[in-house]
């Protein structure tokens, strides 16, 4: 079965700073993987997806996540944190394009100035 | 992007009654639909997978006779809460991948569910 493990609960930056979120997957093939922002009492946001090709995806609001395969990772990272991105991310992975999505448990991010 | 809409977007209901929640594809047919609930501060867990023309198939635990799924049409998928309590106040979404899709899944905007 597959599953996500997104390692850090709650994380801080400073305003300005660089950003790493991780997410690790258990899955034996290649699979279609996502990151979603979920601000508080809202629904989500896809950021961006990997379903094949460049490992290094670019997406929305400036984010970017590199899949390794090597490391069954799919990290998202941000050169320079807003105060707006603070919100609930999801890592998500998926067999395929009309199979359910497995989420990881979420991480938050709070930003300060 | 495509777009799924759920009604209502929020609901508040007394124990005991029932709630029905629509997912709808608005552009795109999706012959099949994903229901997900989401408890305060958690992440989303699969309930059930809606088939179009065929019975819903729920995820372990799930109780089935509780949260009925019809999947009307190619555009349409419900989920009712019956006899609902205050244990099944959650957030509810729906996803539908395209029919003819190239792998992305679309997501409603979400269903909160208040029982009192």
């Known amino acids: 079965a597959q599953s996500v493990t997104q390692p850090d609960i709650h994380i801080t930056v400073s305003e300005g700073a660089s950003l790493e979120l991780r997410c690790n997957y258990s899955?034996?093939?290649?699979?279609?993987l996502f990151w979603y922002v979920q601000s508080p009492g809202q629904g989500l946001q896809l950021l961006l997806k990997?379903?094949?090709?460049?490992?290094l995806v670019q997406g929305i609001k400036g984010f970017e996540a590199e899949f390794k395969r090597s490391q069954s990772s799919f990290n998202l990272r941000k050169p320079s944190v807003h105060w707006s991105d603070a919100a609930e991310y999801f890592c998500?992975?998926?067999?395929?394009?009309?199979?359910?999505?497995?989420f990881g448990k979420g991480t938050r991010l709070s930003v300060i100035a | 992007g495509a777009v799924v809409s759920q009604h209502p977007s929020r609901v508040i209901c007394k124990s005991g009654t029932s709630v029905k929640i629509e997912c709808r594809s608005l552009?795109?047919?999706?012959?099949?639909m994903f229901w997900y609930r989401q408890f305060p501060k958690q992440s989303l867990m699969l309930m059930a997978t809606?088939?179009?023309?065929?019975?819903?198939?729920?995820e372990q635990g799930v109780e089935k006779d509780k949260f009925l799924i019809n999947h009307a049409s190619l555009t349409l998928s419900t989920l009712t809460v019956t006899s609902a309590h205050p244990e099944d106040s959650s957030f509810y979404i729906c996803?539908?991948?395209?029919?003819?899709?190239?792998?992305?899944?679309?997501f409603g905007p979400g269903t909160r569910l208040t029982v009192l």
């Open positions: 996803s539908a991948p395209p029919t003819r899709g190239r792998g992305e899944q679309f």
């Open positions: 899955y034996g093939a290649t699979p279609y």
């Open positions: 990997y379903f094949s090709g460049d490992t």
């Open positions: 998500a992975v998926a067999q395929g394009g009309d199979t359910p999505l497995v």
């Open positions: 552009d795109f047919q999706a012959t099949t």
């Open positions: 809606s088939n179009e023309g065929s019975k819903a198939t729920y």
